[in-house]
C-alpha cells in the first residue's frame, strides 16, 4: 500500500501524468478514493511553487546562453499560443478554467509557465492554479471512482 501511495504521489508531481495519471492509478492499484485525492491533490499543489521556483532560478543563471534563451523563447511562444487568449483576456479565471480542465497539455506546468509569462502576481496566480487543481483532483477521483463502479456492473 505504501508503495502505491508513492507512486501515486510521484506520477501527480510529474510533467508526464500530473493527478490526472497520478489519482486513477492510485484508485485502480487499491487505494481508497479519498487517500488517492489526498496524496494526488498534494503532489499537485506542489508544482506551482517548486516550478515557478526554477523557472526564476534557471532564467537568472542561464539566460545568458543563447542555446537556453533560443528554447525558452520556443517554449514561451508554444505556450502562447495554447493558453494565450483565455490568460491574458480572463486572468485570474481563465488561469484557473485552464489548470482545471483535466486534459493533455492543461495543467499546473503549463498553468505556471502562463502565469510566469503574462506576468501574473504570484499570490494570484498560486490561488488560481491550486483552484483549478482541487477542482481537476476533484473531477478525475470522482469519474475515476465511478468507472470503477459501472465497470462492476457488468
Not at 508503495?3 to 504521489?9: E, K, L, W
Not at 532560478?57 to 499560443?81: G, M
Request: proline residues 4%; contains cysteine.
Amino acid at each position: 500500500m505504501i508503495n502505491d501511495i508513492i507512486y501515486t504521489f510521484l506520477i501527480s508531481i510529474s510533467p508526464f501524468g500530473e493527478a490526472r495519471a497520478g489519482i486513477p492509478y492510485g484508485i485502480l492499484n487499491g487505494l481508497n478514493p479519498v487517500v488517492a485525492f489526498s496524496v494526488g491533490l498534494a503532489g499537485n499543489l506542489l508544482i506551482f511553487p517548486l516550478f515557478m521556483f526554477l523557472i526564476d532560478a534557471f532564467n537568472a543563471k542561464l539566460w545568458r546562453f543563447k542555446f537556453y534563451r533560443k528554447q525558452n523563447i520556443r517554449l514561451i511562444r508554444r505556450a502562447r499560443k495554447g493558453v494565450g487568449a483565455q490568460v491574458q483576456k480572463y486572468g485570474f479565471w481563465g488561469l484557473m478554467i485552464f489548470v482545471m480542465i483535466p486534459l493533455p497539455t492543461t495543467g499546473a506546468y503549463m498553468g505556471t509557465i502562463a502565469a510566469y509569462i503574462f506576468k501574473l502576481k504570484r499570490k494570484e496566480a498560486l490561488l488560481a492554479t491550486s483552484i483549478g487543481v482541487v477542482i481537476s483532483c476533484m473531477i478525475m477521483a470522482v469519474s475515476t471512482h465511478f468507472s470503477i463502479i459501472g465497470l462492476s456492473l457488468f
